[in-house]
């Protein structure tokens, strides 16, 4: 099979004309930066982790790319058109990736946070009372619902829009979307949190296939594109992270993320990342194994 692309977790080979096959790596990416250190076992739990919702996408009759696992750390897909010139998209394109990624919150964490705290989201928005004062990791009166680049080198928050200009989206179809995500994130919630976790936030891609009907692509629910945490450890409250925020927690401690984020904001080169120390790796490798086992009730 001929290699299309190496991203940053996995690499992408043409099988035919109408079909991909995913190949998840054990690379391991944060804040648009891949880590020069390998998890083992990553790969693995990414692809058997998607494959686990995607066939719950098939109970709930939500389409998707998904045809099969190939193999433990391999998927086999529908192949859509990735098209990079925002130009050439509009209303009446088909068969395409769509250039976004579409996250919905259901707690203030992570960048939301970030955020919150530098005054960039103000309580309105996220559906407080004007006067509230938010607290990190306080559930959300209702999902958050928002929307990022996905072919740019950064991803980087966009308006509405924005969006729909750039993506080819009526607001209709837009809509759609994001009824078709709450639908999935309601059995996800309603799955995980029989198996003590709390669904924290996640992104999910689309695109539409050669009829213009939309389906779900890429990958959803893992360690990668979701956060989850211990849901009786947050009784007792504390979010203990069963998922890559472990990992992104890591480099806020240790700086490296404050370092990125003044690089980023005078446009001056940012710094390498450094590698995990073995010990973390071990730890890193652990998260993504278990969160495999307890969101699908399976052995590893």
């Excluded at 890559?244 to 446009?267: C, H, I, M, P, W």
């Amino acid at each position: 099979m001929q290699l299309l692309k190496s991203g940053k977790v996995k690499d992408v080979y043409e099988v035919n004309a109408e079909q991909l096959e995913f190949v998840f790596s054990d690379r391991i990416s944060i804040f648009d930066k891949i880590i020069p250190s390998m998890i083992p076992r990553k790969g693995e739990t990414l692809a058997r982790t998607s494959a686990y919702w995607f066939e719950a996408l098939k109970e709930m009759r939500v389409p998707s790319h998904y045809i099969k696992l190939n193999a433990s750390n391999r998927m086999l897909v529908k192949r859509v058109n990735v098209i990079n010139d925002y130009t050439k998209i509009n209303g009446k394109t088909r068969n395409y990736l769509i250039p976004l990624e579409c996250v919905t919150r259901f707690f203030v964490y992570g960048s939301l946070w970030d955020r919150v705290k530098d005054n960039s989201v103000n309580p309105e928005s996220l559906g407080f009372p004007k006067e509230h004062k938010i607290s990190i990791a306080e559930p959300l009166p209702k999902p958050f619902f928002e929307v990022t680049t996905k072919l740019e080198k950064v991803d980087r928050h966009i308006t509405t829009e924005e969006a729909l200009r750039i993506s080819g989206l009526s607001l209709q179809e837009y809509d759609e979307i994001k009824e078709m995500i709450l639908k999935i994130d309601g059995e996800i919630n309603s799955r995980v949190w029989k198996r003590g976790l709390i669904h924290v936030d996640g992104k999910k891609e689309f695109a539409f296939d050669e009829k213009r009907n939309l389906m779900v692509v890429d990958t959803f629910g893992t360690a990668d594109e979701d956060r989850f945490w211990d849901a009786a450890e947050f009784e007792k409250g504390k979010c203990v992270e069963k998922s890559k925020e472990y990992v992104r927690q890591y480099y806020r401690e240790t700086g490296y993320y404050d370092l990125l984020v003044e690089a980023r904001k005078n446009d001056s080169e940012e710094p390498p990342i450094p590698p995990l120390p073995p010990e973390m790796i071990k730890q890193v490798s652990n998260v993504y194994i278990s969160l495999y086992e307890e969101i699908t009730g399976l052995p590893f």
